[in-house]
Each structure stands twice: as C-alpha cells, then as structure tokens.
C-alpha cells in the first residue's frame, strides 16, 4: 500500500515502496466494448485506518495500484501528483474535510474534477447531511462493505486489475474472500 500524508500546508509525497512518486502521467488505456478511459491508479480517502488498510489490502492483492489518504483535505493534495486517470474511494464522514467538502473542491477544479469518485460510507450515499441535493458521484457503496461488490465496481472503472494473474474465482479460498465484509 502507498501511504500518502500531508501536513496543515498541505504538502506532500506518495510512497511507493520507498520510491517517492511524482505526477506521472502515461496514455490511458480503454475498455474496447465501451471506448471508456479505465483508471490507472485507486485512492482511498479513509480515517478509519482498519478499513483503509483492509480495502487496500484487497485491493493490491488483485493487483490494483492504490493509495490511501486520511482526509479530503490529503486526497485533494495528492490526487494531482498519481498516476491518472484515478479512482477516488470516498468515505463521506472524515476530520479535517468530509467527503462532501472533498467533492465541492474537486468539482471547482478542472484537473481533479476529470477523476471519478465512488463514495463509501454508512450514511446516505445520496445527499449530505445539510443539502437535500444528490451527490454528483458515480457510484456508492455502502458500510460494511462486502468484497465482491466492492470488486466489481472497481473493475468497472479500472477494469481487470493490471500486474497479478486473473485468479481462479471458482476456488474455494477465492469464493470465500469474496464474500468477506471489509
């Protein structure tokens, strides 16, 4: 897992394995049945670190490059610096700044506002706790999040995971981790 941090000034650096990261951006690969830009990188914007780390987890172990931040306010400082185009994971309850604020500022912002956004939380993936509005996101997922729901929708924006053979989903051990709640 690549750890992202920041402090109050919002500076910043993305770990990979010891490597420091800056911005690369490379062509982007498309699904060939839908000509849709599939994402290169995941960001996880989590402050529970257990299930930062377990969705993480999962996700590098089907060979996805993810990244993970504790608040909005990290993500956004991050995000323009990772291999594009990204797939934000969003919880919506987070210190410093929520989900919420996370997607207002990325909205205002012509670079960040082309990355796709998939909410995670227990509270409604729909609208905020002040404004009746529906959130302009392109999925949701709810708390506690189960692990074939969670992959399949990752799959759709970033199709099969790149690095790691496809594993055999007929396998036991496969079958059961799928069902596994993260």
């Avoid at 993480?56 to 991050?78: C, F, M, P, R, W």
């Avoid at 690095?163 to 007929?170: D, R």
Wanted: contains cysteine.
């Amino acid at each position: 897992m690549k750890k992202a941090n920041s402090d109050h000034q919002a500076t910043s650096h993305v770990t990979n394995h010891g490597n420091e990261v800056k911005g690369v951006k490379a062509g982007h690969d498309t699904d060939p049945s839908t000509s849709k830009v599939l994402c290169k990188s995941i960001l996880i914007a989590e402050d529970n670190e257990d299930v930062r780390e377990s969705i993480a987890d999962a996700l590098e172990s089907e060979g996805y490059h993810v990244y993970t931040s504790q608040n909005g306010k990290d993500a956004l400082a991050i995000l323009p610096t990772l291999p594009g185009p990204v797939l934000v994971l969003l919880d919506l309850m987070m210190p410093v700044m929520n989900g919420w604020e996370f997607l207002d500022a990325q909205k205002h912002d012509a670079v960040l506002a082309g990355h796709q956004v998939v909410t995670i939380s227990a509270v409604s993936p729909t609208q905020s706790l002040q404004d009746p509005e529906p959130l302009d996101t392109a999925g949701s997922l709810q708390k506690p999040i189960n692990l074939e729901p969670l992959l399949e929708t990752v799959h759709q924006f970033c199709g099969p995971a790149r690095g790691l053979p496809t594993l055999n989903t007929t396998s036991t051990k496969k079958s059961s981790a799928k069902s596994a709640t993260v």
